[in-house]
């Protein structure tokens, strides 16, 4: 990825993929967020798109983190932390 192409990364973006891994469900991931679905999952496939990898396997009954998802879920859950620590330290 570029970094031209990481100005469309967003903190929200990666706090909603946490939100959809911890809950293994967009419709719940989407309430914990406070926000609706179809925003939460257009937000998601952004990222995807952005990142070039899908990071959700997606049926009817459940979601499942991919092999990518489960790297970048790793390295998402590091920035919100480094996020945190910022602004406490603010």
């Known amino acids: 990825m570029s970094l031209a192409a990481a100005h469309d990364l967003s903190i929200r973006q990666l706090q909603y993929v946490v ?4 809950t293994l ?5 989407a309430e914990k967020c406070g926000v609706s679905q179809p925003t ?5 496939q952004k990222l ?3 990142l070039g990898v899908q990071l959700f396997e997606r049926t ?6 991919t092999k ?5 879920l790793h390295q ?15």
């Open 19 to 22: 939100a959809v891994a911890d």
């Open 25 to 29: 469900g967009f419709h719940r991931a």
């Open 40 to 44: 939460l999952s257009s937000q998601i």
């Open 48 to 50: 995807e798109e952005v």
């Open 60 to 65: 009817k009954q459940r979601v499942l983190l």
């Open 68 to 72: 990518a998802g489960e790297a970048i």
């Open 76 to 90: 998402a859950r590091r920035i919100l932390g480094d996020v945190e620590d910022l602004i406490t330290a603010a």
